[in-house]
């Protein structure tokens, strides 16, 4: 980029246009990329303040009904050993959430539309909820769920039980590129339409996509960005795509390592510019990919830290792709090197604290 250019191009934040973001993501030059870097920490210490949210997240079923073309836990892949957690078992790891600090739990799983899945989870809610309220947490822990496309009328449930928060990447919001990586079945119009749904519920709404897939431009990224932003999002979760090796894209493979860490970290530091005031994840497949993946994304302006407090005999079992790092770590190790990595970023960790976004906060 022109080097004039880049300073004029940071004073129109947040109005960036397509093609300003674009030219964001494309950055090469290194002291383009640090001032780029340094505009997005700097807004998000003015809009989001200097604390990093933590989300114990319960990795809590990996069994899935969908066959999305990328993932490792697709329902077609044969060689997963598939598990889920008992209600014990997630609301005893949402209880160690809660001692720890975390004042948020998320709990993820595969996509299952089953009556008996849907009640399930609510229990499990209903249960955390009630078993968490402490002197720390009057409100009890704050609870994320990332399960999927589901019913209204499940959102709704879900929500009256006590979760307040849902995230559910649209994966990419070009719907040419959505169709290619998932099976015919696997619509776009119908996650478009859960994302409301989750909205139409009360729920504090997340999206994402994953960045470098095949036959992804850098334009379909600014677009991403433009996406999240036109739907009003209180969170951001994305982070890059890696390849799975039983998984149908594994054949056309995946950018190579160096660059993708750099665009990754760039979309993270474009979100923060486009979107100063909402939630964004330093997220798992950042950390797979860079080694220091996690401070490099708060270091970028992102704002939330996910721990993993998956049990660890199953932790292995929940692989969406290749090098998913933390398969051994015990949880109160992780917990004190999470708390460091903050820290070494210029950050404090939010302990006992829901950690809403701002942005969900003035619309409620
Ligand atoms: N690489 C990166 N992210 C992936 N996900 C699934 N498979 C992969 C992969 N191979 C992400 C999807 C999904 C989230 C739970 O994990 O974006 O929404």
């Known amino acids: 980029m022109n080097p004039a250019k880049l300073p004029g191009l940071l004073a129109r934040v947040p109005e960036l246009s397509r093609a300003d973001l674009v030219a964001l993501l494309s950055l090469e030059d290194p002291a383009e990329c640090e001032a780029l870097r340094a505009a997005a920490y700097d807004t998000a210490s003015r809009s989001v303040g200097d604390t990093v949210r933590l989300r114990g997240l319960i990795e809590f079923s990996n069994r899935c009904d969908l066959d999305c073309l990328y993932c490792g ?31 948020s739990c998320v709990l993820q799983s595969g996509e299952r539309r089953d009556g008996a899945s849907a009640a399930f989870v609510e229990s499990c809610v209903r249960e955390i909820k009630e078993r968490s309220r402490s002197a720390e947490l009057p409100d009890g822990l704050g609870i994320t769920l990332s399960c999927g496309e589901q019913s209204r009328e499940t959102y709704g449930r879900w929500f009256a039980a006590g979760a307040h928060r849902y995230l559910l990447r649209i994966e990419s919001s070009n719907p040419a590129l959505f169709a290619a990586i998932h099976p015919p079945g696997q619509r776009f119009e119908p996650r478009l339409a859960a994302l409301s749904a989750l909205r139409g519920a009360g729920f504090q709404v997340g999206t994402g996509v994953m960045i470098g897939l095949p036959g992804q431009s850098v334009e379909d990224l600014a677009d991403d960005l433009r996406f999240m932003k036109e739907l009003d999002v209180d969170m951001i979760g994305m982070g890059p795509y890696l390849v799975h090796d039983d998984a149908p894209m594994r054949p056309l493979g995946m950018r190579e390592r160096g660059p993708l860490a750099g665009l990754a970290l760039r979309m993270i530091a474009a979100a923060r510019l486009l979107m100063p005031d909402v939630n964004i994840a330093a997220t798992t497949a950042l950390e797979a990919l860079l080694p220091d993946g996690r401070r490099a994304g708060i270091l970028h302006g992102a704002n939330v830290v996910m721990p993993n407090v998956t049990p660890l005999p199953v932790r292995g079992a929940y692989r969406l792709y290749e090098g998913k790092p933390g398969l051994r770590d015990d949880r109160a190790a992780f917990r004190d090197r999470v708390a460091r990595e903050i820290e070494s970023a ?19």
């Open 73 to 103: 836990i697709r329902r077609g892949n044969r060689a997963v050993d598939r598990y889920t957690l008992t209600r014990e078992e997630i609301v005893d790891a949402a209880l160690w959430c809660a001692r720890a600090g975390y004042g």
């Open 346 to 364: 210029g950050r404090l960790p939010g302990w006992n604290r829901w950690g809403d976004s701002p942005h969900a906060a003035k619309r409620i």
